[in-house]
């Protein structure tokens, strides 16, 4: 078991300090030179790799599937994304698209009793090469997928690929059921985008977004985007789309279930790793809940962007490195 960091001792830190540890946090999980230090040498990666390893559910296809078969034992839906980064040119949309082609091909053969859930960016499969490069290499993968059942999941990126994303889903959206989107409750943008997305009648993960974006853009974290994200939500399930409520925020979650919108989301979702405890308690009162899970060696962007949305997790990556058998594979679901 994990020991968690005292909910107590964080709230006895100074808030402005953890906002500055969050952006610094996210500042190197943006630095072109961390990036490639961490996934490219060797040994600096080996170092922190063990703090990675608590969120990464393992860096090839075979452990994959074996853990897939692991949690949905256990009760629970899941969804797999390659780990990556943007992807800048044809060879590495390539190698991204073909991960994801293989993965497909491999499912059948999994045993999995309920398929598993696709998720990626654009980015990685050709967006800034060109939307259209994006939208062919998607729309494959949903035909795909749509074969075995299985879902595809568009994640959302920074605000400035939003209007991109948007295009792009809506052209598949007309095609192909199996194809859903991640909308983000602190984008100012997000309440009339849902004018366009919901009568597409396709299933939408909600998050509050990842990015840091300024204030004329998106909400900061706080009780104004806790009531922002639930009127998002109540309005998505009112048009009856299906929808996923992805965070790991406990409050949010006890907003949400007071007033009575938990109980008609499709399923609730966490990343992985982060608060596996909290999701079960959900679980085992019947929601239905989804682990989202990431694969893949390139892990240095996922793992840096779990410490900044809660820097206490620092001390918890820490303790990880020094000792690695901390993280048990399932333990707490
Ligand atoms: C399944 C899934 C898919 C996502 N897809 C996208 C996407 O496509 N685009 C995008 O921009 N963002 C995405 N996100 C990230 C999301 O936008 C948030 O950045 C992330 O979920 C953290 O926000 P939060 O809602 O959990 O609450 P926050 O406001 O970040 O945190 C509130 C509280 O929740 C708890 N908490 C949050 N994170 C952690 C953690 N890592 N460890 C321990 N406790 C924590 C802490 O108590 C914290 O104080 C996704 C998240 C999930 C779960």
Redesign the pocket.
């Given at each position: 078991m994990t020991t968690p960091v005292d909910?107590q001792a964080?709230a006895a830190l100074d808030p402005e300090l953890l906002r500055q540890a969050a952006n610094g946090l996210k500042g190197l999980a943006a630095d072109s030179r961390c990036r490639s230090g961490f996934v490219d040498n060797p040994v600096l990666s080996s170092i922190l790799a063990p703090a990675a390893d608590r969120y990464i559910v393992a860096a090839d296809q075979n452990t994959l599937f074996e853990r897939l078969a692991v949690l949905e034992g256990k009760g629970y839906r899941t969804?797999v994304e390659y780990v990556g980064e943007e992807a800048r040119n044809s060879a590495e949309v390539d190698e991204v698209v073909s991960e994801y082609h293989e993965l497909i091909s491999r499912h059948e053969k999994a045993g999995l009793e309920l398929p598993t859930q696709l998720?990626f960016?654009l980015s990685n499969v050709g967006s800034l090469i060109s939307p259209r490069t994006a939208a062919e290499n998607c729309e494959a993968l949903l035909r795909g997928a749509g074969a075995q059942g299985m879902g595809i999941l568009i994640?959302?990126?920074r605000s400035s690929f939003v209007d991109d994303i948007l295009r792009v889903f809506a052209g598949l959206a007309g095609k192909h059921d199996n194809v859903a989107l991640?909308l983000?409750a602190h984008l100012h943008r997000t309440e009339s985008d849902l004018d366009a997305v919901l009568p597409l009648g396709r299933k939408v993960?909600l998050?509050?977004?990842?990015?840091n974006e300024p204030a004329d853009v998106a909400l900061a974290?706080g009780p104004e985007l806790n009531e922002r994200y639930a009127r998002i939500l109540e309005r998505i399930l009112d048009a009856g789309n299906p929808v996923?409520v992805?965070?790991?925020?406990?409050?949010?979650l006890d907003l949400l279930d007071s007033r009575g919108l938990l109980g008609r989301v499709e399923e609730m979702?966490?990343?992985h790793g982060?608060?596996p405890a909290l999701l079960k308690s959900y679980k085992d009162r019947g929601i239905s809940c989804?682990v989202?899970t990431v694969y893949g060696t390139n892990w240095w962007l996922h793992l840096i962007?779990?410490?900044a949305?809660?820097p206490p997790?620092v001390l918890v990556a820490l303790a990880d490195l020094a000792e690695p058998e901390r993280v048990r594979f399932g333990s707490e679901y």
């Amino acid at each position: 078991m994990t020991t968690p960091v005292d909910a107590q001792a964080v709230a006895a830190l100074d808030p402005e300090l953890l906002r500055q540890a969050a952006n610094g946090l996210k500042g190197l999980a943006a630095d072109s030179r961390c990036r490639s230090g961490f996934v490219d040498n060797p040994v600096l990666s080996s170092i922190l790799a063990p703090a990675a390893d608590r969120y990464i559910v393992a860096a090839d296809q075979n452990t994959l599937f074996e853990r897939l078969a692991v949690l949905e034992g256990k009760g629970y839906r899941t969804g797999v994304e390659y780990v990556g980064e943007e992807a800048r040119n044809s060879a590495e949309v390539d190698e991204v698209v073909s991960e994801y082609h293989e993965l497909i091909s491999r499912h059948e053969k999994a045993g999995l009793e309920l398929p598993t859930q696709l998720g990626f960016d654009l980015s990685n499969v050709g967006s800034l090469i060109s939307p259209r490069t994006a939208a062919e290499n998607c729309e494959a993968l949903l035909r795909g997928a749509g074969a075995q059942g299985m879902g595809i999941l568009i994640s959302m990126e920074r605000s400035s690929f939003v209007d991109d994303i948007l295009r792009v889903f809506a052209g598949l959206a007309g095609k192909h059921d199996n194809v859903a989107l991640t909308l983000q409750a602190h984008l100012h943008r997000t309440e009339s985008d849902l004018d366009a997305v919901l009568p597409l009648g396709r299933k939408v993960r909600l998050v509050k977004g990842v990015y840091n974006e300024p204030a004329d853009v998106a909400l900061a974290r706080g009780p104004e985007l806790n009531e922002r994200y639930a009127r998002i939500l109540e309005r998505i399930l009112d048009a009856g789309n299906p929808v996923a409520v992805a965070t790991q925020d406990a409050v949010l979650l006890d907003l949400l279930d007071s007033r009575g919108l938990l109980g008609r989301v499709e399923e609730m979702e966490m990343l992985h790793g982060v608060r596996p405890a909290l999701l079960k308690s959900y679980k085992d009162r019947g929601i239905s809940c989804r682990v989202a899970t990431v694969y893949g060696t390139n892990w240095w962007l996922h793992l840096i962007h779990r410490l900044a949305e809660y820097p206490p997790n620092v001390l918890v990556a820490l303790a990880d490195l020094a000792e690695p058998e901390r993280v048990r594979f399932g333990s707490e679901y």
